[in-house]
C-alpha cells in the first residue's frame, strides 16, 4: 500500500527553521518524483518545492526559491523539506505528494497522485 508519512511540524517564531520529513513506501522510488504542497487556512493548496526521482532537479515556488530546500536520502525513501527565514504567511498544512512519473511541477496540486496526511507548520511570535 502506497503511503507518505509527514513528520516534524510545529510552532516556530518568525525567522526560525525547521525541517519536514516524508517517509514513502508501498512503492519503487527511483519512478516517481515526490513534492510538497501546502494549504493555509481560506486558502487553495499551492505548490512548495519537488524533486525528479530520474536525475534529482528540483523545482521551486518562485516566491520561495532562497528560503526552503528540497533533499533526498540516497535511497529515495525520505524526502526533507528545510524552511529557512520563516515568516507567518508561512502557516499551513504542509502535504508530501507523490506523481504519477519522475518528473514533477509545482504549477498545479492536481498532478500529484498520491498524498500524505499533512502536518501544520505554525508561525508565530
Known amino acids: 500500500q502506497v503511503q507518505l508519512v509527514e513528520t516534524g511540524g510545529g510552532l516556530v517564531q518568525p525567522g526560525g527553521s525547521l525541517r519536514l520529513s516524508c517517509t514513502t513506501s508501498?512503492?519503487?522510488?527511483?519512478?516517481?518524483?515526490i513534492g510538497w504542497f501546502r494549504q493555509a487556512p481560506g486558502k487553495e493548496r499551492e505548490g512548495v518545492s519537488c524533486?525528479?526521482?530520474?536525475?534529482?532537479?528540483?523545482f521551486y515556488a518562485e516566491a520561495l526559491k532562497g528560503r526552503f530546500t528540497i533533499s533526498r536520502d540516497n535511497a529515495k525513501t525520505t524526502v526533507y523539506l528545510h524552511m529557512n527565514r520563516l515568516k507567518p504567511e508561512d502557516t499551513a498544512v504542509y502535504y508530501c505528494?507523490?506523481?504519477?512519473?519522475?518528473?514533477?511541477?509545482?504549477?498545479?496540486?492536481?498532478?500529484?497522485?498520491?498524498w500524505g496526511q499533512g502536518t501544520q507548520v505554525t508561525v508565530s511570535a
Open positions: 524533486i525528479s526521482s530520474e536525475d534529482g532537479k528540483t
Open positions: 505528494v507523490r506523481f504519477p512519473f519522475f518528473y514533477c511541477s509545482v504549477d498545479d496540486p492536481n498532478e500529484a497522485d498520491t
Open positions: 508501498g512503492f519503487t522510488p527511483d519512478y516517481y518524483a
